[in-house]
């Protein structure tokens, strides 16, 4: 989301946004005389409702199933989204204070734009107003051209959210971005969103790994656990992600399920809670059947995870353990190759080329 803040030495209100690679700021408004509380309190509003706004993105209907069932979380995220036409209007008029009380909204995008609207009342310069339905216009469109897969200008601060949901075009961007370095490159983290660049890595993963098993003589599935003997690696999720894609899910399907289940454990809830309790069981059952001490079971217990991402970045965390699981599997073909390490890593780059473009119906 876009920040707002005041600049105190110029009495300026300032947009901040990021841009993977540090924050960017723009000047939104030379405000006009007006006491420290309205131009924070105008500055904060702003920002929630810029965090509201970029909630549809992170939480599209899409995700969520049917938006056509009525009173669904799907139709109540596309519903959200569609009241991004109603800030106008809110800013403009805002609910005030009454001697009832105050006329308050349950949607987050329209609430926080009469917040904003109230704000502006109590300033009252029209100059402003107009000044800040502009930047609010700038807001929405950054929001539009994010969910179309271009993140240029302000929409490039989508490359640091979390979206349970990809883009063809982005997935096929990170696909090129890949084949020219399959073992990556800053751009994935800086030019695209995260998700869809996470797909093109499953994508890529599974090649470089069958490239390395085939050398080494190590199933697909085990490539990255034995890499990990060579190199400290993180070795739990990019081993799943192959498990999965062995077992013939996509590496969309497999992304999209990874994000909405970490975005759901960082609002609080427990997805598929009896999975977690068998996932609970397993540990129980090794300690067990290997007759570990009380130590050592509830260390295993203290590293359990309900996400197996970082709630607070997704998708973020699943691109790095992906990347990370492709230079394991670099370390182990390295390990069963020799001549110059040039030379192995340019041959495992086309051998990894070759596999990869052999089923390019794998990476959607």
């Known amino acids: ?21 540090g924050d960017l700021a723009a000047t939104v408004a030379a405000l006009p005389p007006i006491s420290p509380d309205q131009a924070t309190s105008l500055a904060s509003n702003l920002t929630t409702l810029s965090r509201f706004q970029w909630r549809t993105y992170t939480h599209p209907a899409s995700a969520a199933g049917d938006p056509d069932i009525p009173n669904s979380e799907a139709w109540r995220r596309a519903e959200e989204r569609r009241n991004f036409k109603e800030v106008d209007a809110a800013i403009r008029t805002p609910n005030l204070p009454t001697d009832h009380g105050l006329l308050v909204s349950y949607s987050g995008v329209v609430e926080s734009a009469h917040r904003v609207g109230r704000t502006l009342h109590s300033i009252d310069d029209l100059e402003l107003r107009n000044t800040i339905l502009a930047e609010v216009i700038t807001e929405q469109a950054a929001i539009e051209s994010a969910e179309l897969g271009d993140l240029t200008g302000r929409a490039r601060q989508a ?21 020219a370095d399959p073992l990556g490159s800053i751009e994935l983290f800086t030019e695209l969103d995260p998700a869809s660049a996470a797909v093109a890595a499953a994508h890529w993963l599974d090649a470089a790994a069958e490239v390395a098993g085939e050398l080494a003589g190590v199933p697909t599935v085990d490539v990255v656990v034995e890499a990990d003997d060579i190199e400290a690696l993180q070795v739990e999720t990019p081993t799943m992600v192959l498990e999965r894609l062995g077992g013939g899910e996509t590496p969309t399907d497999i992304v999209v399920d990874l994000i909405a289940e970490a975005v759901s454990v960082s609002e609080g809830h427990v997805p598929a809670p009896w999975a977690v309790v068998s996932r609970v069981a397993e540990i129980e059952e090794q300690a067990r059947k290997f007759d570990l001490d009380n130590d050592t079971r509830e260390a295993l217990l203290a590293e359990f995870r309900i996400s197996r991402l970082d709630p607070v970045r997704p998708a973020l965390d699943l691109l790095e353990d992906l990347l990370d699981g492709i230079r394991g599997c670099l370390l182990l073909y390295t390990a069963h190759s020799s001549g110059d390490p040039d030379d192995i890593e340019a041959r495992f780059a086309a051998d990894v080329r070759s596999e990869a473009d052999a089923h390019p119906e794998q990476l959607f």
């Open 159 to 179: 490359v640091e959210l979390s979206r349970p949901d990809v883009s063809p075009a982005q997935v096929q961007a990170a696909d090129e971005l890949l084949r």
């Open 1 to 21: 989301m876009t920040r707002y803040a005041i600049d105190a030495d110029r009495n300026a209100l300032v947009a901040i946004w990021a841009t993977g690679r």
